[in-house]
């Protein structure tokens, strides 16, 4: 398995940025994908999820109607598009991949080991 992240880097506040994921080694549209960030000396935070066959997302509070995720099982791809980018949005973005078709952990357990796979990330800095 691998996943590999890009699209981070410095956006203002207000700003957007879109984020990829390209993901290889395993049979893409049978599991769930979910974005996580961590920010320094903060844990892993889930920033959304969607099922295999799409086009089921979910969010939690701090970003549900400012990030989208969405997939193309196509290509093996999943992104995170976020809007309205404030400072506190500042981390290291991961893509994550799920154990099942409709399985999307939240991580409130802090358990990274929720899901099989990780990618490295990619660095999002929200500053004016």
């Known amino acids: 398995v691998q996943l590999v992240e890009s699209g981070g880097g410095l956006a203002q506040p207000g700003g957007s940025l879109r984020l990829s994921c390209a993901a290889s080694g395993f049979t893409f549209a049978d599991y769930a994908m979910s974005w996580a960030r961590q920010a320094p000396g903060k844990r892993t935070e889930w920033v959304g999820g969607i099922f295999g066959d799409g086009p089921s997302t979910y969010y939690p509070p701090p970003v549900e109607g400012r990030f989208t995720i969405s997939r193309d099982n196509s290509h093996n791809m999943v992104y995170l598009e976020m809007n309205n980018l404030t400072p506190d949005d500042t981390a290291r973005y991961c893509c994550?991949?799920?154990?099942?078709?409709?399985?999307?952990?939240?991580?409130?357990?802090?358990?990274?080991?929720?899901?099989?796979?990780w990618g490295q990330g990619t660095q999002v800095t929200v500053s004016s």
């Open positions: 994550a991949k799920a154990k099942g078709p409709k399985s999307i952990p939240t991580l409130y357990s802090g358990q990274r080991s929720e899901y099989s796979d």
